[in-house]
């Protein structure tokens, strides 16, 4: 037992912390229910093992959805994940050792997040409508285009990223910016809705020795 | 089939509205896909051809139309489609033909005054003043909100997540908080 208490392997941490350990556990299960789930009835989503399921998880329909390795949804303001696809070509694709938690995705062209990134209440949408195909206004509402988030990017609360948007790896979007269409770099802090200033984190973490 | 039970449930709705709620006029051909709330004593008037739908993939958002006063009156147009949308009146909503709302909410009140009593109604507040009008063929984005003496133009569109707090002209794009133009649509 003593052998246990000092080692930090897997099992040594659930004996020292077994409330946690049994939380974890049942997300796994919870995220192996739905690989399962979605894997036997539907072809066109593939979520890979390990994935951990705090919260409910809800993708729907038509398109492609694949989530990477060792993602987990957290419990947030709103629900856990939800990815909605509202074309046949949708594609959304989430990279591996994500944390998403009240993250939802609506994507009629494509959407991809890349490695490690972060995300709280916040929206993706590739379109300004939802249901664009079926206002009747034909080419009107502006047609959907793409998104792409780097790697390690953080969504925070609230914060939204509408159409077009492609966004650095590394970036920051802090609480309720939302960004239409904008080309941002690599390593910045978003701001503002609609967010036109961006800040380099480098100068503010230059700074943090000062303030 | 989606389509004939929502018809179903629209012509039922309506029905039960011309026998006991004498304050909802709802014109033909509406189609309930959703549930959707109709609650107050004030006008609410409804024209030909509305669709009633939830946001997918969202199944706790339904579509809320209310009037706080007897005196509050709801007009909206032909051909609306209202996409989980909340609208809450106390002195005078009225919206166009072909509008177009999603999972945003428009209130034309700030239920109570700034004061430290917090007194409600507002005494400052008065239908002129507060009134909103939104114009033929209007796009609202999911997640906005459309605050109180705001009037937005005909063709204009709200992108999602922004804030209208001042008046919208004809045929551009807003978007942010608050809500300024992104592009002026050709």
Request: charged residues 20%; positive net charge.
């Amino acid at each position: 037992m003593r052998f246990l208490r000092r080692t930090g392997s897997l099992v040594g941490k659930a004996y020292r912390d077994p409330k946690t350990a049994f939380r974890v556990g049942k997300a796994l299960l919870r995220g192996a229910w739905y690989i399962a789930r979605y894997s036997l009835f539907s072809r066109r989503i593939k979520i890979s093992f390990p994935f951990k399921a705090y919260a409910r998880v809800t993708l729907k329909g038509p398109g492609t959805i694949s989530i990477g390795k060792g993602c987990s949804v957290y419990w947030n303001v709103f629900d856990g994940l939800t990815v909605v696809t509202l074309a046949d070509d949708a594609r959304v694709s989430i990279g591996e050792r994500c944390g998403l938690g009240g993250l939802t995705i609506r994507c009629s062209t494509s959407v991809t997040l890349g490695d490690n990134c972060l995300a709280a209440n916040s929206l993706v949408q590739d379109g300004f409508m939802v249901n664009q195909n079926q206002a009747g206004y034909g080419d009107r509402i502006p047609a959907p285009q793409p998104i792409v988030l780097g790697n390690n990017v953080w969504l925070c609360g609230q914060s939204g990223v509408v159409r077009g948007s492609r966004i650095g790896d590394d970036c920051v979007l802090s609480r309720g910016s939302m960004t239409f269409g904008s080309e941002i770099g690599k390593f910045q802090l978003v701001m503002g809705s609609p967010s036109g200033v961006t800040m380099p984190i480098e100068r503010l973490l230059a700074l943090k020795g000062i303030l | 089939m989606r389509d004939i039970l929502a018809r179903f449930r629209g012509a039922l709705f309506t029905a039960l509205c011309r026998l006991f709620r004498k304050n909802i006029r709802i014109g033909k051909g509406l189609r309930l896909y959703r549930r959707w709330r109709l609650y107050g004593k004030g006008p609410i008037r409804i024209g030909d051809n509305c669709r009633v739908d939830g946001i997918l993939g969202d199944t706790r958002q339904y579509t809320c139309i209310d009037t706080g006063a007897p005196s509050a009156s709801v007009d909206i147009g032909d051909n609306a489609r209202l996409y989980a949308a909340k609208i809450w009146s106390q002195f005078s909503i009225r919206m166009g033909n072909d509008v177009f709302i999603e999972e945003s909410s428009i209130v034309d009140t700030d239920f109570h005054s700034i004061d430290r009593q917090r007194t409600t109604p507002d005494p400052h507040e008065t239908l002129d003043k507060n009134r909103i009008v939104i114009g033929d063929r209007v796009c609202i984005g999911s997640r906005s909100i459309v605050t109180k003496r705001v009037t937005i133009g005909d063709d204009a569109m709200v992108a999602p997540g922004s804030i209208v707090a001042r008046s919208v002209p004809a045929g551009c794009v807003v978007g942010g908080n608050p809500a300024k133009i992104i592009e002026p649509d050709a």
